[in-house]
């Protein structure tokens, strides 16, 4: 399967989350949510126990296998988890256009991957309208108060970029289940002692519970697969760009699902994140331009370093 389609399926898997992480926390806690959805991914991945196994561990991987499992699911479902309970499902896709900007600059300090001025420039848009979004999104019945919830999900956004470079290091070396299984089991360990600070509600919903189903299946297991899997044949900046769409389907499931109307102040917010985000793709088009040139100066150079046919014979 192209990496692009793998791309834009975990993408559309991920902007779906928000609604149904939305519609689960306002029935359980956020804690006991992601619990169960990391318990669902593990039993899942159990269950395809031959594809997982293939786990041959090198050395001095341990602390990007721990720092990949911290980050995302444990800090991230933490963060967006009580982040849902706080900001609207849109408000929080329009959060996370500001991953592909923080994973630009992630990768320029662990992958030492060129940085632009493009990238600076879109990241200062980006936040500056997430900034604004929060500023001037009223509290509702969906976003009781905006400005905690969508400091959260910044909060979220970091950790999913420190996810995205540590798993370009290890998608080399290790299988995708490999990886989804160890944040399974990682999750649950991680969540399971909040379980015994929060309250249980006294009838369970069977649509929240279905809920949970999906996110712990088609979202962990298959969003995360399938992104595991492109990540290991593009770069993780082209990777992180794809991450522009998740508002979108967001913003279209959140009017069709939830009826969520925005404000143009909000509408005003989320075009200048997108400027932000259009800005920062200038980056990877100077990046490749540039090292077309590089070739076509190295092939020159190649091609007159050979002897002319009459040189040789002389």
Known sequence: MPASL??????????????????????????VVIFLRMLTTLAVCLCLWRFVKRFEYQSGDWKYLLGMSLAEPCLYFLFEGHAMEYTSASQAGVIVSCLPLIVAFLAFFMLKEHISRAIIVGFTLCIGGSVLLTLVSPSSEQAPNPLLGNTLEFLAMICAAFYTVSVKRLCSRYAPLTLIALQGLAGSIFFAPFLLFVEMPQQHDPVAFAHILYLGTFVTLGGYGMYNYAISKVSVLTAAAYSNLIPIFTLLL???????????????????????????????ALVVDLDEEDISEADTSKRNSVPATGELKG
Not at 12 to 24: T, V
Not at 262 to 276: E, K, R
């Open 6 to 31: 793998c791309l834009i399926i975990a993408t559309f898997l991920w902007g779906s989350s928000f609604i149904s992480l939305k519609y689960a926390v306002g029935v359980y806690d956020p804690t």
């Open 254 to 284: 959140s009017a069709i699902v939830l009826s969520e109307i925005l404000t143009l102040w909000q509408w005003l917010s989320i075009a200048v994140v997108f400027v932000g985000v259009m800005i920062s793709q200038r980056h990877q």
